[in-house]
Protein backbone atom coordinates (compact mmCIF):
# COMPACT_ATOMS: atom_id res chain seq x y z
CA UNK A 1 0.00 0.00 0.00
CA UNK A 2 1.34 3.56 -0.76
CA UNK A 3 -0.97 5.33 1.05
CA UNK A 4 0.97 7.07 4.05
CA UNK A 5 -1.54 9.76 4.83
CA UNK A 6 -5.46 9.59 6.06
CA UNK A 7 -7.43 13.02 5.77
CA UNK A 8 -10.42 12.55 7.83
CA UNK A 9 -13.37 14.82 6.99
CA UNK A 10 -15.15 16.98 9.63
CA UNK A 11 -17.98 16.98 9.64
CA UNK A 12 -19.26 13.92 8.71
CA UNK A 13 -21.62 10.92 9.27
CA UNK A 14 -24.55 11.27 11.56
CA UNK A 15 -26.41 14.28 11.11
CA UNK A 16 -29.03 15.43 14.01
CA UNK A 17 -31.62 14.28 12.28
CA UNK A 18 -30.76 10.75 11.49
CA UNK A 19 -29.21 10.47 15.05
CA UNK A 20 -32.59 11.71 16.35
CA UNK A 21 -34.31 8.87 14.15
CA UNK A 22 -31.95 6.01 15.35
CA UNK A 23 -32.48 6.97 18.82
CA UNK A 24 -35.95 7.23 18.63
CA UNK A 25 -36.31 3.02 17.43
CA UNK A 26 -34.21 2.59 20.52
CA UNK A 27 -35.71 4.10 22.84
CA UNK A 28 -38.99 3.09 21.58
CA UNK A 29 -38.17 -0.60 21.72
CA UNK A 30 -37.38 0.50 25.58
CA UNK A 31 -40.52 2.15 26.57
CA UNK A 32 -42.96 -0.50 24.51
CA UNK A 33 -40.72 -3.56 23.85
CA UNK A 34 -40.67 -5.39 20.90
CA UNK A 35 -41.38 -5.47 18.06
CA UNK A 36 -41.78 -1.89 17.07
CA UNK A 37 -42.64 -1.49 13.38
CA UNK A 38 -40.56 1.20 11.35
CA UNK A 39 -42.63 2.39 8.42
CA UNK A 40 -39.62 2.46 5.47
CA UNK A 41 -36.04 2.05 6.16
CA UNK A 42 -35.42 4.43 9.50
CA UNK A 43 -32.52 5.70 7.67
CA UNK A 44 -30.78 4.68 4.26
CA UNK A 45 -27.79 2.39 6.06
CA UNK A 46 -28.05 -1.40 5.84
CA UNK A 47 -25.69 -1.71 9.03
CA UNK A 48 -27.94 0.62 10.78
CA UNK A 49 -31.52 -1.17 9.86
CA UNK A 50 -29.59 -4.13 10.64
CA UNK A 51 -28.37 -3.84 14.04
CA UNK A 52 -31.86 -2.18 14.89
CA UNK A 53 -33.84 -5.23 13.39
CA UNK A 54 -31.83 -7.49 16.27
CA UNK A 55 -33.09 -5.38 18.72
CA UNK A 56 -36.20 -6.25 17.69
CA UNK A 57 -37.75 -3.50 15.20
CA UNK A 58 -39.68 -4.77 12.24
CA UNK A 59 -39.36 -2.70 8.73
CA UNK A 60 -42.10 -2.52 7.05
CA UNK A 61 -42.69 -0.46 3.26
CA UNK A 62 -46.20 0.40 4.17
CA UNK A 63 -48.57 1.55 7.47
CA UNK A 64 -51.09 -1.11 6.38
CA UNK A 65 -48.54 -4.05 6.90
CA UNK A 66 -48.98 -3.11 11.19
CA UNK A 67 -51.37 -4.98 13.26
CA UNK A 68 -54.23 -3.35 14.75
CA UNK A 69 -52.99 -1.92 17.73
CA UNK A 70 -49.27 -1.74 17.06
CA UNK A 71 -46.20 0.56 17.47
CA UNK A 72 -45.41 2.19 14.81
CA UNK A 73 -42.08 4.42 14.27
CA UNK A 74 -42.43 6.80 10.88
CA UNK A 75 -38.81 7.47 9.41
CA UNK A 76 -36.94 10.15 9.42
CA UNK A 77 -38.04 11.01 5.85
CA UNK A 78 -41.08 11.96 6.31
CA UNK A 79 -44.60 10.77 5.30
CA UNK A 80 -47.61 11.34 3.68
CA UNK A 81 -50.98 12.69 5.40
CA UNK A 82 -52.81 9.15 4.21
CA UNK A 83 -49.84 7.31 6.06
CA UNK A 84 -51.01 8.82 9.09
CA UNK A 85 -54.61 8.59 8.77
CA UNK A 86 -54.12 5.13 7.98
CA UNK A 87 -52.24 4.74 11.61
CA UNK A 88 -54.92 6.15 13.09
CA UNK A 89 -57.52 4.06 11.57
CA UNK A 90 -55.67 0.93 12.47
CA UNK A 91 -54.82 2.23 16.21
CA UNK A 92 -51.65 2.18 16.41
CA UNK A 93 -49.15 4.03 18.77
CA UNK A 94 -47.58 6.40 16.21
CA UNK A 95 -43.91 7.96 16.92
CA UNK A 96 -42.49 10.32 14.27
CA UNK A 97 -39.77 10.12 13.75
CA UNK A 98 -39.43 12.42 10.67
CA UNK A 99 -36.56 15.12 10.93
CA UNK A 100 -37.70 18.45 11.65
CA UNK A 101 -35.84 20.13 8.94
CA UNK A 102 -38.09 17.99 6.60
CA UNK A 103 -41.39 18.46 8.81
CA UNK A 104 -40.73 22.74 8.26
CA UNK A 105 -40.84 22.01 4.24
CA UNK A 106 -43.90 20.40 4.91
CA UNK A 107 -45.32 23.15 7.07
CA UNK A 108 -43.89 25.86 4.29
CA UNK A 109 -45.58 23.26 1.01
CA UNK A 110 -49.11 23.14 3.06
CA UNK A 111 -48.55 27.13 3.73
CA UNK A 112 -48.54 27.63 0.14
CA UNK A 113 -51.09 25.00 -0.82
CA UNK A 114 -53.42 27.68 1.21
CA UNK A 115 -52.56 30.64 -0.10
CA UNK A 116 -53.92 28.83 -3.39
CA UNK A 117 -49.70 28.97 -4.77
CA UNK A 118 -48.53 26.71 -7.27
CA UNK A 119 -45.46 24.87 -5.76
CA UNK A 120 -42.37 23.37 -7.87
CA UNK A 121 -40.29 21.18 -6.24
CA UNK A 122 -37.01 20.39 -6.26
CA UNK A 123 -36.18 16.96 -6.09
CA UNK A 124 -35.55 13.08 -7.09
CA UNK A 125 -38.78 11.34 -8.35
CA UNK A 126 -39.50 8.32 -5.98
CA UNK A 127 -37.49 9.58 -2.95
CA UNK A 128 -39.24 8.79 0.06
CA UNK A 129 -38.92 12.04 1.40
CA UNK A 130 -40.27 13.53 -2.27
CA UNK A 131 -43.51 10.67 -2.14
CA UNK A 132 -43.78 12.40 1.79
CA UNK A 133 -43.45 16.39 0.57
CA UNK A 134 -45.61 15.81 -2.32
CA UNK A 135 -48.33 14.62 -0.16
CA UNK A 136 -48.48 17.15 1.40
CA UNK A 137 -50.40 19.45 -1.33
CA UNK A 138 -50.90 17.04 -4.18
CA UNK A 139 -52.69 18.75 -6.50
CA UNK A 140 -50.13 22.39 -6.69
CA UNK A 141 -46.79 20.44 -6.17
CA UNK A 142 -45.33 20.09 -9.62
CA UNK A 143 -42.13 18.03 -9.26
CA UNK A 144 -38.72 19.16 -11.14
CA UNK A 145 -35.35 17.64 -11.43
CA UNK A 146 -33.48 19.08 -14.31
CA UNK A 147 -33.07 22.85 -15.50
CA UNK A 148 -35.38 21.01 -18.87
CA UNK A 149 -37.95 19.82 -16.53
CA UNK A 150 -38.63 23.76 -15.66
CA UNK A 151 -38.44 24.68 -19.67
CA UNK A 152 -41.88 21.98 -19.56
CA UNK A 153 -43.81 23.97 -16.64
CA UNK A 154 -46.44 26.93 -17.51
CA UNK A 155 -48.91 28.69 -15.02
CA UNK A 156 -51.10 31.41 -15.95
CA UNK A 157 -49.70 33.83 -13.31
CA UNK A 158 -46.12 33.33 -12.21
CA UNK A 159 -46.75 35.69 -8.90
CA UNK A 160 -48.55 32.93 -7.89
CA UNK A 161 -45.70 30.17 -8.12
CA UNK A 162 -43.18 29.31 -5.42
CA UNK A 163 -41.05 26.56 -5.02
CA UNK A 164 -39.47 24.28 -2.45
CA UNK A 165 -36.12 21.67 -2.43
CA UNK A 166 -35.24 18.47 -1.23
CA UNK A 167 -33.44 19.19 2.02
CA UNK A 168 -30.40 16.18 0.88
CA UNK A 169 -29.78 18.41 -1.98
CA UNK A 170 -27.29 21.24 -1.78
CA UNK A 171 -27.54 24.74 -2.76
CA UNK A 172 -24.65 23.97 -5.59
CA UNK A 173 -27.30 20.49 -6.78
CA UNK A 174 -30.50 23.13 -7.02
CA UNK A 175 -28.74 26.63 -8.41
CA UNK A 176 -28.96 25.47 -12.04
CA UNK A 177 -32.21 24.55 -11.62
CA UNK A 178 -33.50 27.81 -9.37
CA UNK A 179 -32.06 29.76 -11.99
CA UNK A 180 -34.15 28.40 -14.98
CA UNK A 181 -37.31 28.55 -12.82
CA UNK A 182 -36.30 32.70 -11.97
CA UNK A 183 -35.30 33.03 -16.12
CA UNK A 184 -39.08 31.46 -16.87
CA UNK A 185 -41.21 33.19 -14.16
CA UNK A 186 -39.85 36.52 -13.65
CA UNK A 187 -42.76 37.09 -10.63
CA UNK A 188 -41.90 33.72 -8.52
CA UNK A 189 -42.07 34.13 -5.38
CA UNK A 190 -39.20 32.99 -3.27
CA UNK A 191 -38.71 31.12 -0.68
CA UNK A 192 -37.71 32.66 2.99
CA UNK A 193 -35.15 30.63 3.20
CA UNK A 194 -33.53 27.50 1.36
CA UNK A 195 -34.96 24.46 2.84
CA UNK A 196 -31.36 23.21 2.21
CA UNK A 197 -30.05 20.66 5.31
CA UNK A 198 -27.00 21.98 6.93
CA UNK A 199 -25.86 18.30 7.08
CA UNK A 200 -25.53 18.24 3.51
CA UNK A 201 -24.07 21.18 2.61
CA UNK A 202 -21.32 21.08 5.03
CA UNK A 203 -20.24 17.43 3.95
CA UNK A 204 -20.45 18.14 0.71
CA UNK A 205 -18.12 21.53 1.68
CA UNK A 206 -16.29 18.78 3.69
CA UNK A 207 -15.44 16.43 1.04
CA UNK A 208 -14.04 19.73 -1.73
CA UNK A 209 -11.82 20.41 0.92
CA UNK A 210 -10.69 17.06 0.80
CA UNK A 211 -10.13 17.17 -2.81
CA UNK A 212 -7.76 20.08 -2.35
CA UNK A 213 -5.54 17.74 -0.28
CA UNK A 214 -5.85 13.81 -1.79
CA UNK A 215 -5.41 11.38 -4.59
CA UNK A 216 -8.40 9.39 -3.62
CA UNK A 217 -11.89 10.08 -1.32
CA UNK A 218 -13.63 7.15 0.17
CA UNK A 219 -17.24 7.73 1.35
CA UNK A 220 -18.88 5.12 3.72
CA UNK A 221 -22.29 4.88 3.07
CA UNK A 222 -25.00 2.64 1.56
CA UNK A 223 -25.87 2.36 -2.30
CA UNK A 224 -29.77 3.52 -1.22
CA UNK A 225 -28.19 7.08 0.37
CA UNK A 226 -28.81 9.50 -1.59
CA UNK A 227 -25.82 11.90 -0.34
CA UNK A 228 -23.83 9.40 0.48
CA UNK A 229 -23.48 9.01 -3.39
CA UNK A 230 -23.36 12.99 -4.50
CA UNK A 231 -20.64 13.09 -2.02
CA UNK A 232 -18.94 10.49 -4.21
CA UNK A 233 -19.79 12.58 -7.36
CA UNK A 234 -18.46 16.03 -5.55
CA UNK A 235 -15.09 14.41 -5.54
CA UNK A 236 -15.01 13.62 -9.11
CA UNK A 237 -16.29 16.40 -9.96
CA UNK A 238 -13.24 17.97 -8.87
CA UNK A 239 -11.39 15.41 -11.12
CA UNK A 240 -10.09 13.28 -7.46
CA UNK A 241 -11.55 9.78 -7.64
CA UNK A 242 -13.85 8.38 -5.19
CA UNK A 243 -15.67 4.82 -4.39
CA UNK A 244 -18.68 4.52 -1.59
CA UNK A 245 -17.70 1.37 0.35
CA UNK A 246 -20.56 0.22 2.96
CA UNK A 247 -17.92 -0.88 4.91
CA UNK A 248 -13.83 -1.66 5.29
CA UNK A 249 -14.15 -4.79 3.83
CA UNK A 250 -15.08 -3.21 0.39
CA UNK A 251 -11.78 -1.42 0.23
CA UNK A 252 -10.26 -2.67 -3.10
CA UNK A 253 -6.26 -2.12 -2.17
CA UNK A 254 -5.76 -1.56 -6.44
CA UNK A 255 -7.48 1.72 -5.51
CA UNK A 256 -4.08 2.42 -3.54
CA UNK A 257 -1.54 2.06 -5.75
CA UNK A 258 0.24 5.34 -6.52
CA UNK A 259 -2.15 7.65 -4.15
CA UNK A 260 -0.37 9.13 -1.03
CA UNK A 261 -3.09 11.03 0.80
CA UNK A 262 -6.40 9.43 0.84
CA UNK A 263 -9.91 11.57 2.16
CA UNK A 264 -12.23 9.78 4.10
CA UNK A 265 -15.67 10.60 5.06
CA UNK A 266 -19.73 9.13 5.14
CA UNK A 267 -22.96 10.04 4.40
CA UNK A 268 -25.19 11.18 7.14
CA UNK A 269 -26.57 8.22 7.74
CA UNK A 270 -23.63 5.91 8.09
CA UNK A 271 -22.53 4.94 11.98
CA UNK A 272 -18.91 6.04 13.23
CA UNK A 273 -18.03 3.00 13.91
CA UNK A 274 -17.90 2.15 10.01
CA UNK A 275 -15.39 4.76 10.25
CA UNK A 276 -13.18 3.32 12.33
CA UNK A 277 -12.92 0.61 10.87
CA UNK A 278 -12.08 2.10 7.91
CA UNK A 279 -9.25 3.95 9.65
CA UNK A 280 -8.05 0.75 11.26
CA UNK A 281 -7.68 -1.10 7.74
CA UNK A 282 -5.51 1.63 6.94
CA UNK A 283 -3.36 1.50 10.48
CA UNK A 284 -3.27 -2.42 10.21
CA UNK A 285 -1.72 -1.79 7.23
CA UNK A 286 1.46 0.59 8.15
CA UNK A 287 -0.37 3.95 7.50
CA UNK A 288 1.65 6.65 9.07
CA UNK A 289 -0.43 9.55 9.67
CA UNK A 290 -4.29 10.37 10.36
CA UNK A 291 -5.32 14.25 10.69
CA UNK A 292 -8.39 15.71 10.24
CA UNK A 293 -9.92 18.35 8.00
CA UNK A 294 -12.56 20.76 10.16
CA UNK A 295 -14.51 22.63 7.32
CA UNK A 296 -17.29 23.85 10.06
CA UNK A 297 -18.48 22.88 13.62
CA UNK A 298 -22.35 21.10 13.70
CA UNK A 299 -24.15 21.78 17.42
CA UNK A 300 -27.49 20.67 16.29
CA UNK A 301 -29.63 18.73 18.34
CA UNK A 302 -33.09 18.05 18.20
CA UNK A 303 -35.65 16.57 20.53
CA UNK A 304 -37.64 13.49 21.08
CA UNK A 305 -41.69 13.39 20.00
CA UNK A 306 -43.48 14.65 22.67
CA UNK A 307 -45.39 11.10 23.37
CA UNK A 308 -42.22 9.25 23.32
CA UNK A 309 -40.87 11.55 25.90
CA UNK A 310 -43.62 11.05 28.24
CA UNK A 311 -43.93 7.14 28.01
CA UNK A 312 -39.99 7.09 28.97
CA UNK A 313 -40.92 9.40 31.64
CA UNK A 314 -43.59 7.30 33.03
CA UNK A 315 -40.92 4.53 33.00
CA UNK A 316 -39.60 3.28 36.23
CA UNK A 317 -36.29 3.70 37.38
CA UNK A 318 -34.13 1.12 36.63
CA UNK A 319 -32.58 -0.42 39.54
Known sequence: ??????????????????????????????????????RHEIVHNKHVVEALRRKGAVFVEDETEVPE??????????????????SRALGHTLIDATCPLVTKVHQSARRYARDAMDIVMVGHAGHQEVIGTTGQARDRIHL????????GLSFA?????TYITQTTL?????ADVVERLNQRFPGLKQPKSQDICYATQNRQDAVKELATRCDLV???GSETSSNSKRLVEVSKDRSVPAYL???????????????????LTSGASAPELLVEEV?????????ETVDTVLVVEEDVEFSMPANLARRLAEQPAAG
Not at 247 to 262: H, Q, Y
Request: with cysteine; charged share 25%.
Open 144 to 151: VETPEDVD
Open 1 to 38: MDAHTLLLAAPRGFCAGVDRAVLIVEKALEAYGAPVHV
Open 157 to 161: DDSQV
Open 279 to 287: IDWFTDRGL
Open 69 to 86: GAVIVFSAHGSPPEAYEN
Open 170 to 174: SMDET
Open 218 to 220: LVV
Open 245 to 263: IDDASEIDAAWLEGVGTVG
